[in-house]
């Protein structure tokens, strides 16, 4: 993320062995603590997260950037509205 | 004078600007959202009268959807989705997820109201859920609180005579709006006030899911979630016998996240009051327990295809022999005469043991949990 802007932040969290809703309420305490613009990285191994995270952003008005899922663990990076 | 007329006057306009800005101000509500049919009417009936609604979702632990999807192997052909935040979505509100398994606690172990049918301390869940949305209601200046209750659905929580309880012991009182069945309690506050219109509320009663569907339909709303089994573990008797077997083991009310997700999982026996074993059932359930191997001793067959057992408690040497025998009893060793097991301490020390598996006759029924 090398075009963050200059007041944006990335944060990783890490929330492998929760299972669904656990990340998704660990993503949304997470994302209260930042800012708008900021980048959201999180990394999970319960594969519900690929349509929770993105369910949890879409009502919350939060952008999804990119999804990866590759050997059992799924990652969804998020900008905060 | 012209100064204390000039203040006097100052003062009128404040207080009239006051008066108009809370009567213009919009009524905030936000509704519990449990995924189910009733809260979705609930909160859309609220919303078509103007009023601004977010949703509440309470994560006790019990909850049937989401850990037991992932889980199960069987239950990933058809990715399930969560049905709260999909019900969010179909009214476009905003979900709060409200993670209560901590303070859930106390109302599980010590419910005031006792429990229903199984381990469902359904009175107490709900005055407990409704107070934490007074709370919330405070802290993020919202005026009221929707459920979707219907006097006479549920045999525990939902009766005439409970509706009111709820509203008194979780503290919304009159602030608590049930517009499902509206017409059949006391006016709320809303009401009163005029933020919402009383007869454009329902007056449903009973078991019938009749008049829900008729006004999901009138709503456009076809995909909703009715889990005929409920939504929390706790209504379930299996899942019930488990929790208190726990208890009764222990010797102690108590149990941890680890615990609620380890009742969900596998075929549970217990042959002494020492311990008890958690035998997979499927190829899913196997790789969940596989994360715990560093937090019970565990088992599995060396010489045949079989499950991964875990021990829960203190077992003796002997038992864990005969943890062996039932392990073994689980996989295609069952009609050898002999079965080698790898048994597995917590700090991965492993060591083989050859064992008879056990008959089915000789299983005694009440070590089925
Ligand atoms: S079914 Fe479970 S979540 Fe629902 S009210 Fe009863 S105890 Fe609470």
Redesign the pocket.
């Known amino acids: 993320m090398d075009d963050l802007g200059k007041n944006m932040t990335k944060e990783i969290l890490n929330a492998k062995r929760l299972l669904c809703p656990l990340p998704v309420i660990r993503t949304q305490d997470k994302v209260k603590t930042m800012n708008a613009g900021d980048i959201l990285e999180v990394i999970c191994t319960d594969p519900g997260v690929m349509q929770d995270i993105p369910a949890w952003c879409r009502i919350n008005g939060h952008k999804i950037l990119e999804t990866i899922s590759a050997e059992m663990e799924y990652t969804i990076i998020l900008q905060v509205a | 004078m012209n100064i204390g007329y000039g203040l006097v006057a100052q003062g009128i306009i404040t207080y009239f600007y006051r008066i108009l800005s809370v009567m213009s101000k919009q009524k905030k509500a936000v509704a519990l959202i ?1 995924g189910g049919l009733d809260s979705l009417l609930a909160a859309k009936t609220v919303m078509e009268q103007g009023i601004h609604v977010e949703g509440i979702n309470f994560f ?1 632990g ?2 049937v959807e989401g850990h037991t999807h992932a889980i199960r192997k069987k239950d990933k052909a058809s990715p399930k989705r969560n049905n709260a935040l999909w019900s969010a979505e179909q009214l476009g509100i905003k979900l709060n997820i409200i993670d209560i398994i901590d303070e859930y606690k106390d109302v599980l172990i010590n419910p005031k109201h006792g429990y ?1 049918a199984n381990m ?3 009175l107490d ?2 005055v407990f ?1 409704v107070h934490k949305a007074k709370q919330w209601i405070e802290e993020n200046d919202f005026d009221f609180i929707i459920t979707g209750e219907v006097i006479g659905q549920r045999p ?2 939902q009766r005439k005579d409970t509706m009111p309880v709820i509203a008194k012991e979780s503290g919304a009182d009159d602030l608590l709006v049930r517009p499902l069945c509206a017409k059949n309690l006391p006016l709320t506050l809303p009401e009163r006030e005029g933020w919402i219109d009383r007869e454009k509320l329902h007056g449903f009663s009973g078991r019938t899911r009749k008049p829900q569907l008729a006004l999901a339909d009138a709503f456009g709303f076809d995909d909703f979630a009715q889990p005929a089994g ?3 573990f ?2 379930d008797k299996s899942y019930s016998n488990k929790l208190v077997d726990l208890w009764t083991a222990r010797g102690r009310k108590e149990y941890d996240l680890d615990d609620v997700m380890l009742l969900k999982v596998g075929r549970h026996i217990r042959p002494k009051k020492n311990f008890k074993l958690i035998v997979a059932r499927e190829e899913g359930e196997a790789r969940f327990l596989q994360g715990y191997k560093k937090e019970f001793i565990n088992m599995n067959c060396a010489s045949h295809k079989g499950p991964l057992a875990m021990i829960d408690g203190e077992p003796s040497e002997e038992d864990l022999l005969l943890a062996a025998q039932l392990t073994a009893r689980y996989g295609q060793g069952r009609d050898a005469e002999f079965v080698d097991v790898t048994i597995r301490e917590k700090d991965g020390v492993e060591r083989l043991v050859t064992v008879k598996p056990i008959k089915a006759d000789q299983i005694p029924l009440q070590w089925m949990i």
């Open positions: 449990s006790t019990f909850c229903g469902n301390p359904c869940c709900k859920m525990m929580s409920g939504c929390c706790l209504t």
